[in-house]
């Protein structure tokens, strides 16, 4: 099963650039036709939040206009950005979307791997929060199929990255959300957005990884006086595959254009 993570698009309304910079509606449609390109085509597409910048309800205009093109199915979860009910009308008639509260969802008719949307958003705030309801919805979700693989999708991740402005917008109670992985062992990742950057850790006994975002880079800064700044960097997104004996490989995926190919590896 090939599954595609793009991640923190913020979509603006048509015609206005993120952070009045970079055209990132224009990124996410490349995106887009970089995932319809490839061969074979991902099964599914995880969007790990923060879909628009604003959770305004002409940025979902344009991001429905933008995933129209999109041919592979999708499941979607909100970031810090998106604004949940805004983010519900966008998407309703979608068979995995709650019609309230958090957006958690199990999705399991896609293929071999079965996608856990947890929802650790706090609506109006910028960092995530593992609750205690969150956590025992989660363990009896896992708990309900030991024997399936499993991806666990989010948006904020639950550690500590070292870039300190990132840090402080981070998922709180992360030693919640390790104790509820590290009883099912089916997990094969946890999937995050957020950041801005690839990163891996790992994580309540799987592996734990963010995607890039299809717009901007988060500068990498480790300095624990760090000034927040950010790059335009190539855009990427990642391609997990999972195959029976192997389990799931991620795969860093650069989008644009490249020298190449040449006969050689």
């Known amino acids: 099963m090939l599954i595609a993570q793009l991640s923190d698009p913020h ?16 990124q996410f449609a490349a995106a887009i036709a970089a995932l319809n390109a490839l061969d074979p085509r991902p099964d599914l597409v995880l969007l790990s ?7 305004h309800d002409d940025e979902y205009a344009m991001l429905l206009e933008l995933l129209a093109t999109l041919e592979i199915p999708f499941l979607a979860i909100p970031g810090n950005h998106d604004e949940r009910e805004a983010f519900r009308r966008a998407f309703a008639g979608k068979s995995w979307l709650p019609a309230a509260g958090p957006v958690d969802y199990v999705v399991g008719d896609r293929g071999p791997v079965r996608i856990v949307g947890f929802d650790v958003t706090l609506p109006g705030l ?21 024997g399936r693989p499993t991806i666990v999708m989010m948006h904020q991740p639950p550690f500590d990255t070292g870039i300190p402005y990132l840090d402080l917008y981070s998922c709180r109670e992360g030693q ?18 957020h950041v801005h950057r690839f990163m891996q850790v790992r ?11 299809t717009t901007t880079a988060v500068a990498l800064r480790l300095r624990p006086d760090a000034k927040a700044a950010s790059h335009v ?11 029976e004996g192997t389990g799931l490989v991620t795969h860093f995926v650069p989008i644009g254009t490249f020298p190449g190919p040449y006969p050689f590896a």
Do not use: I
């Open 126 to 146: 910028h960092h995530g929060m593992v609750g205690v309801e969150g956590a025992a919805w989660l363990d009896a979700m896992l708990a309900a199929e030991p």
């Open 233 to 243: 960097e190539p855009p990427a997104f990642l391609l997990h595959r999972w195959k």
């Open 49 to 55: 939040g923060d879909l628009v910048d604003h959770g």
């Open 11 to 26: 979509v603006r309304p048509k015609g206005e650039f993120y952070q009045s910079v970079v055209d990132s509606n224009a």
């Open 176 to 193: 919640r959300l390790a104790d509820v992985l590290a009883r099912h062992r089916q997990v094969e990742r946890s999937v995050c957005g």
């Open 203 to 213: 994580f309540g006994g799987t592996m734990l990884c963010t995607a890039p975002s």
